[in-house]
């Protein structure tokens, strides 16, 4: 049986969207370096029970979030509204063309667009949907190329597939 090939940023995308789908855009160009943490069974903490100060048991507790971030570089566009052009700080900020972009949030009142990162080679793909994700962003400029650091926190369970 031949080894499984391995997931690199070469056959990665991680994707933007707001809760209908109209809006979305691919993140991106980078060097592959997205992090997301604080995936676990269940999705929810566990709360240490005890008897007598001696170790119980771990009962379910809240749901977990997860932090998620990557570092994008920046095309030569306007940050926003670049002329009927997606860009980047427009899906972060809900401005410009994503003005009238829907929040995933199941409140519906916070904007937290859903990320899903995509992976497929030879025939094989998998997933991993964050539905609600606050973002924010962080500014650098270099030498090499300026760049977007992107962050943030995914309040809704994620999707694995």
């Not at 509204?81 to 829907?102: E, F, M, V, Y």
Request: hydrophobic share 40%.
């Amino acid at each position: 049986m031949a080894a499984a090939g391995k997931w690199t940023s070469k056959n990665t995308t991680v994707t933007i969207a707001d809760s209908t789908g109209v809006y979305s855009m691919t993140v991106g160009p980078g060097e592959g370096n997205l992090t997301i943490s604080g995936i676990m069974e269940d999705n929810s903490e566990a709360i240490q029970t005890m008897d007598r100060g001696v170790h119980d048991g771990l009962i379910e507790g809240a749901d977990v979030t997860q932090e998620v971030s990557i570092s994008v570089m920046l095309r030569e566009l306007a940050l926003t509204n670049a002329g009927g052009q997606t860009a980047i700080l427009d899906a972060i900020r809900k401005t410009g063309a994503w003005a009238s972009a829907t929040t995933c949030d199941p409140a519906g009142i916070v904007w937290a667009p859903k990320l899903t990162v995509s992976m497929s080679r030879g025939g094989t793909t998998a997933s991993i949907v964050l539905p609600a994700v606050r973002v924010t962003a962080e500014f650098a400029e270099s030498m090499e190329g300026h760049t977007l650091s992107i962050s943030g926190t995914n309040y809704v369970a994620p999707v694995y597939a």
